[in-house]
C-alpha cells in the first residue's frame, strides 16, 4: 500500500509560480510510475505530468508543457510539480498519483494510489 500526500497549493495571481509536494510512504519499493492530475468542479479528473521511476521521460499535458516541471527527490520519496506562468485555466485541486505498472504512466486507469488533493488557484 502506498500512501500519498500532497502539499504546497495555494492562491497566487496570474504569471506567478508554485511548487507541489508529493511525499510517498509505504510499500515495499518505490512505485514505478507517478504522475499528477488535476480536476475543476463537475468535470474529469484531467492528465498534467507523470515520469517513471527513473525520471526520464517526463510526459506532460500540452496545456502545461513549457510551463510546468516534474522533479523528483528519491531519497525523501518526493515528487514535485514545479509550476511557472500560472493561467487563471490551471485552477483546480491537484492530485498526486502512483502505480506500480512500469508502463502506463500517462493511463488515469491504471493509477490506483491517489493522495487527497491541493487546491491552486489563479486569479486574473
Known amino acids: 500500500q502506498v500512501h500519498l500526500v500532497e502539499s504546497g497549493g495555494g492562491s497566487v495571481e496570474a504569471g506567478g509560480s508554485l511548487t507541489l509536494s508529493c511525499a510517498a510512504s509505504?510499500?515495499?519499493?518505490?512505485?514505478?510510475?507517478m504522475g499528477w492530475f488535476r480536476q475543476v468542479p463537475r468535470k474529469q479528473r484531467g492528465f498534467v505530468a507523470a515520469?517513471?521511476?527513473?525520471?526520464?521521460?517526463?510526459y506532460y499535458a500540452d496545456s502545461v508543457r513549457g510551463r510546468f516541471t516534474v522533479s523528483r527527490d528519491n531519497a525523501k520519496n518526493t515528487l514535485f510539480l514545479h509550476m511557472n506562468s500560472l493561467k487563471p485555466e490551471d485552477t483546480a485541486m491537484y492530485y498526486c498519483?502512483?502505480?506500480?505498472?512500469?508502463?502506463?504512466?500517462?493511463?488515469?486507469?491504471?493509477?490506483?494510489?491517489w493522495g487527497q488533493g491541493t487546491q491552486v488557484t489563479v486569479s486574473s
Open positions: 498519483a502512483a502505480h506500480r505498472k512500469i508502463w502506463g504512466c500517462t493511463v488515469f486507469e491504471l493509477y490506483n494510489y
Open positions: 509505504g510499500g515495499a519499493s518505490s512505485p514505478e510510475s
Open positions: 515520469q517513471y521511476i527513473d525520471g526520464d521521460p517526463t
